[in-house]
């Protein structure tokens, strides 16, 4: 039986119908929408799609969103200086910085910057540790866009051996931190793991994240398993394509994503989740773990 679709566009709808009534409740109460910022340094184009995207959803669910652009000339301190006054803009709940930087940018002293109960990434230190300690404020988007997937198809994850292919700071390790809060028990697969199509036979799920196409084959995946694909990559033709054979891999498991339609759409709703989070701590320092599913 062929493997049913896990529709990261049509959850990734449900979501954003979510926050919108969030933000509307926030907006009630606050006299202010949330802010969600982002700060685009350079002219990379996929980062300008993808950030013109961000602020267009951002605005469909009623938050104030800004996009501050700076040349790709801009030194650290400049950046710094406008990290600085982000930080401190009271009307402003969360923004990040896009990523990749132009090269020579001190990309983690910039990270770092960000203040952990701003930073919508999930990226800054203090907030890494506490999705380690299993106390999160903000874990990363992506990671929490999977768990959501996971959790709209029904998977039981308690006991479950899951495979997450990557290690990443922005994927692979805080997905895995969130799957072993739901009781999952894990593995951290990557480039110099022995045996990985034996590992990924052995797991119930497979989540792949680290961007080579068509890695993981129709025979590694236990009948049934559920597959996450994170990984996109352009093959020769200019086609999008993930870390996951779909042709192969949809006749033996139970449900997969498919790329691209699959964990993208997830991403950005799951960011503007995390903005709204972040701006009702702000006003309610008793607001519950801002870690569960988006």
Not at 5 to 21: F, N, P, T
Not at 74 to 96: K, P, S, V, Y
Not at 134 to 151: E, H
Request: charged share 20%; net charge neutral.
């Amino acid at each position: 039986m062929a493997a049913r679709i896990l529709d990261g566009k049509a959850i990734a709808a449900k979501v954003r119908g979510e926050v919108a009534q969030g933000v509307a409740r926030f907006l009630e109460a606050n006299g202010r929408p949330p802010g969600l910022d982002v700060v685009l340094v350079g002219e990379d184009p996929a980062s300008q799609v993808y950030v013109r995207n961000k602020e267009k959803a951002a605005n469909e669910v009623g938050m104030r969103s800004r996009v501050h652009r700076l040349a790709a000339t801009a030194t650290a301190g400049e950046i710094l200086a406008l990290i600085h006054a982000l930080n401190q803009d009271d009307l402003l709940d969360g923004f990040l910085v896009q990523l990749p930087l132009p090269k020579g940018l001190p990309e983690t002293e910039i990270l770092d910057a960000v203040s952990p109960d701003k930073d919508v990434d999930g990226l800054h230190p203090v907030n890494a540790g506490l999705l380690a300690l299993g106390r999160a404020k903000l874990a990363s988007a992506t990671p929490r866009g999977v768990m959501r997937l996971l959790a709209e198809c029904g998977a039981d994850l308690a006991g479950k051996r899951v495979v997450v292919i990557g290690r990443s700071n922005i994927v692979g390790k805080p997905v895995a931190q969130l799957l072993l809060a739901e009781h999952a028990t894990v593995t951290i697969a990557h480039s110099r793991t022995r045996d990985l199509a034996d590992v990924c036979r052995q797991s119930d799920v497979v989540i792949a994240a680290v961007g080579k196409a068509g890695l993981v084959r129709g025979d590694w995946i236990k009948a049934g398993a559920v597959v996450i694909d994170v990984g996109t990559t352009r093959n020769e033709q200019g086609k999008l394509v993930g870390d996951v054979a779909f042709a192969e891999v949809s006749e033996r498991a139970s449900w997969i994503t498919p790329v691209p339609g699959g964990v993208g759409p997830m991403t950005i709703a799951c960011l503007l989740e995390n903005a709204l989070l972040a701006a009702k701590a702000r006003v309610d320092s008793s607001s519950p773990n801002l870690a569960g599913r988006c």
